[in-house]
């Protein structure tokens, strides 16, 4: 049988850079290689495309851009060319391929802007369309859509950085409309870059600050805070949805930042999650309805809160979440008797079905 010749993007311009270094580095050492010809391109944090053909190892510690081996590459958007290799002497090279597998975390990787192209291209990819990466990116859109899908969430107000002129009447409103202690987040990043719990004015004006920068467009959000702890369910599919187990989040710490996230410092993640059997199926029927209100397809991580009432509560979606062997929506599906490289599989299959837009 011929190989599926799949192309897998890593790296990116995004502060989550590392992130995916680590995930691609788990992928390749899962995928099943008897069914793929692989074509590994790496963006570069300046946001140069290479060809990458050196070791795994090199890929995961961040010194593939030193093989001597590396080449120029573009995603050509006209008559279906695929990528294009490109020589010093001026000449290029075409490289077919059949499908591509972002492994691109945060901003320029998961918020649209890459799957516009390779919609543009006319090559199938593994994940979200174009119009949900960057609804599922933006925190305030995500609110709008999914409260009128009567999703429960927290309350939560969007701040805009060219419309704040007066911080201490800032603080007022959130204290009156979102309550205090409230988050201060980045609307478009993720790994909780710029994610910040606010209990007084003193160390306000430092974390909106610091959130505006991580957003890079101007625009945050506060948040109340939910009373409780983080769970999250695994959700795969196109037009049937497969729902995976739910997890759920110990923390040391106020929150669950990045270094509880990748370097698990003061925190712990349970699969299956510590609730009872109600709630664990509530919480599988929330994230289906948060993945159809946000168009989802491919593959989306569901985020939620159970509360102190023991209820659930949506938080956000991740459109390409973490895929290290550890890492929470792999492990989701392994509990529910999908191991990775079949997981990778069925992603691949679920974008060449249906996601050329």
């Keep these: 049988m011929k190989k599926i010749r799949l192309a897998i993007i890593f790296g990116g311009k995004s502060s989550e850079y590392p992130v995916s270094l680590h995930s691609t580095a788990s992928v390749l050492r899962q995928i099943n290689k008897e069914r793929y010809e692989l074509v590994l391109i790496g963006i570069t944090p300046d946001g140069k495309w290479l060809r990458y053909q050196g070791s795994v190892e090199d890929l995961e510690h961040d010194h593939w851009m030193e093989h001597p081996d590396n ?114 987040k980045p609307c478009n990043a993720g790994s909780s870059f710029g994610v910040h719990k606010v209990h007084d004015f003193e160390a306000f004006e430092h974390d909106l600050r610091d959130a505006f920068y991580h957003d890079g467009k101007g625009k945050v959000i506060l948040e109340a805070t939910i009373e409780g702890f983080e769970i999250g369910c695994a959700v795969m599919g196109n ?12 923390i040391g710490e106020e929150f669950f930042d990045y270094e509880g996230k990748y370097e698990m410092v003061n925190s712990a993640i349970y699969c299956p999650a510590r609730i009872s059997k109600e709630l664990f199926e509530e919480a599988r029927d929330l994230a289906k309805r948060a993945y159809r209100a946000m168009n989802c397809q491919g593959m989306t991580r569901v985020d939620m809160f159970v509360t102190k009432q023991q209820t659930i509560v949506f938080n956000e979606l991740n459109t390409i979440p973490g895929f290290t062997a550890t890492s929470r929506y792999p492990t989701m599906m392994k509990e529910v008797g999908i191991a990775f490289p079949a997981l990778i599989d069925r992603l691949v299959d679920l974008a060449m079905d249906s996601n050329i837009e």
Excluded: W
Excluded at 147 to 158: G, H, L, T
Excluded at 161 to 175: G, I, M, P, R, T
Excluded at 239 to 245: I, K, P
């Design 71 to 184: 080449q120029a590459v573009v995603l050509s958007c006209s008559n279906h060319e695929g990528l294009l290799v490109l020589h010093p002497d001026g000449h290029f090279e075409r490289c077919e391929i059949d499908c591509i597998f972002p492994i691109l975390h945060g901003k320029n990787g998961e918020d649209g802007t890459i799957q516009g192209l390779f919609a543009l291209a006319g090559v199938p990819y593994v994940g979200c369309s174009t119009l949900s990466s960057a609804i599922c990116m933006d925190k305030e859109m995500t609110h709008i859509i999914c409260e009128r899908a009567n999703i429960p969430c927290a309350p939560y107000m969007a701040v805009y950085e060219d419309e704040v002129s007066d911080l201490s009447a800032l603080f007022e409103e959130a204290k009156q409309k979102v309550g205090v202690p409230f988050f201060v």
């Design 239 to 250: 037009h049937e949805l497969f729902v995976g187990s739910v997890d759920e989040i110990e």
